[in-house]
């Protein structure tokens, strides 16, 4: 059921200045008498760190098939409007950096999203049925990739998308082999354990400027220093057919991308139905279907896995 209150329990880009606030909200719910889809192990390294690498989860027959899908969809011309971003500046006005709604756009992405593999482990963590958020195929071009700076993804879906409670995960499926000089995901452990409120008013549509280059909703040096501080700082660099989990609240960023290899990945975000989106926390209007999903109807059924096949479109 559609939680019932609009209180902020999480206020953030209110006041001047940053602050910490603790996690009001499981990070693991589980499923009672549930057995975990994969080894306690993980669940637990996951409740701890905030993130999790699962190994070998696609074939790469499944890979390839995923990679040609993503292709097809970074050259198509009938995608929603405004669904391909670019990279920022001059030098990237021609180098796609992401494809959001993917799932709505190709059948083999939409089968994707149902896959057990994800939905029926992010439905035991969740503790709940789940739908997509948002999802999208990140293309980090060779030479040309620019940076995600510092941030909770929490952050921002509470104060501009109206995302109530910290109910959610993103799972990052791996469509080519990471490298550690490629710009990598960086994520600090521990941090989602504390939510770190940002600063700066939000301008209505900041979506158009943050998909590119993100200015608010960022943290303060400060913060991101005690966090690293007390945490570490980890970057992933896991083959072709692996996922990375993390929950909604950890602090994750990338470097640029100059080296000769490409890094894609299709990328996921599961809400738990009972915490689907109200009105932006930041009074802001609501960003556009495309990027946070209010129009979904039931949750996902999961499917059997099953390797995709290239769709040439829907």
Same mark, same amino acid.
């Given at each position: 059921?559609?939680?019932?209150?609009?209180?902020?329990?999480?206020?953030?880009?209110?006041?001047?200045?940053?602050?910490?606030?603790?996690?009001?909200?499981?990070?693991?719910?589980?499923?009672?008498?549930?057995?975990?889809?994969?080894?306690?192990?993980?669940?637990?390294?996951?409740?701890?760190?905030?993130?999790?690498?699962?190994?070998?989860?696609?074939?790469?027959?499944?890979?390839?098939?995923?990679?040609?899908?993503?292709?097809?969809?970074?050259?198509?011309?009938?995608?929603?409007?405004?669904?391909?971003?670019?990279?920022?500046?001059?030098?990237?006005?021609?180098?796609?950096?992401?494809?959001?709604?993917?799932?709505?756009?190709?059948?083999?992405?939409?089968?994707?999203?149902?896959?057990?593999?994800?939905?029926?482990?992010?439905?035991?963590?969740?503790? $709940?049925?789940?739908?997509? %958020?948002? =999802?999208?195929? /990140?293309?980090? @071009?060779?030479? +040309?990739?620019?940076? &995600? #700076?510092?941030?909770?993804?929490?952050?921002?879906?509470?104060?501009?998308?109206?995302?109530?409670?910290?109910?959610?995960?993103?799972?990052?499926?791996?469509?080519?082999?990471?490298?550690?000089?490629?710009?990598?995901?960086?994520?600090?452990?521990?941090?989602?354990?504390?939510?770190?409120?940002?600063?700066?008013?939000?301008?209505?549509?900041?979506?158009?400027?943050?998909?590119?280059?993100?200015?608010?909703?960022?943290?303060?040096?400060?913060?991101?220093?005690?966090?690293?501080?007390?945490?570490?700082?980890?970057?992933?660099?896991?083959?072709?057919?692996?996922?990375?989990?993390? $929950?909604?609240?950890?602090? %994750?960023? =990338?470097?640029? /991308?100059?080296? @000769?290899?490409? +890094?894609?990945?299709? &990328? #996921?975000?599961?809400?738990?139905?009972?915490?689907?989106?109200?009105?932006?926390?930041?009074?802001?209007?609501?960003?556009?279907?495309?990027?946070?999903?209010?129009?979904?109807?039931?949750?996902?059924?999961?499917?059997?896995?099953?390797?995709?096949?290239?769709?040439?479109?829907?």
């Amino acid at each position: 059921m559609m939680i019932d209150t609009i209180e902020d329990l999480y206020p953030s880009r209110q006041k001047p200045e940053g602050e910490w606030l603790d996690r009001r909200d499981p990070v693991v719910r589980g499923q009672p008498g549930a057995t975990p889809p994969v080894d306690r192990a993980l669940i637990e390294a996951f409740a701890r760190d905030g993130f999790v690498v699962l190994e070998d989860v696609f074939t790469p027959l499944e890979v390839k098939a995923l990679l040609e899908e993503s292709e097809t969809l970074r050259r198509r011309e009938d995608l929603l409007p405004e669904s391909r971003i670019s990279e920022p500046g001059k030098d990237g006005a021609d180098a796609v950096r992401s494809v959001f709604a993917p799932h709505r756009q190709s059948a083999v992405f939409e089968c994707l999203a149902a896959d057990e593999r994800l939905s029926g482990l992010a439905k035991f963590i969740l503790g $709940d049925e789940v739908y997509i %958020h948002q =999802s999208r195929i /990140n293309y980090k @071009p060779a030479f +040309r990739g620019k940076d &995600f #700076y510092w941030h909770s993804d929490f952050e921002t879906w509470h104060t501009e998308d109206g995302m109530p409670r910290m109910r959610a995960l993103s799972m990052s499926i791996m469509l080519n082999d990471n490298h550690p000089q490629a710009g990598p995901t960086m994520f600090i452990p521990g941090s989602h354990m504390k939510y770190v409120t940002c600063i700066g008013e939000t301008p209505d549509d900041h979506y158009r400027q943050s998909l590119k280059r993100q200015d608010y909703g960022v943290p303060d040096p400060g913060s991101l220093s005690k966090l690293a501080e007390e945490g570490g700082i980890v970057a992933p660099a896991p083959k072709a057919g692996s996922v990375v989990v993390f $929950d909604c609240n950890t602090m %994750h960023g =990338s470097n640029s /991308n100059i080296t @000769p290899y490409e +890094r894609t990945n299709a &990328f #996921y975000v599961f809400n738990a139905w009972s915490n689907r989106l109200q009105a932006p926390f930041a009074g802001t209007r609501p960003r556009p279907e495309f990027v946070a999903h209010r129009d979904v109807r039931a949750p996902l059924k999961s499917l059997k896995a099953s390797p995709p096949r290239p769709s040439g479109g829907r």
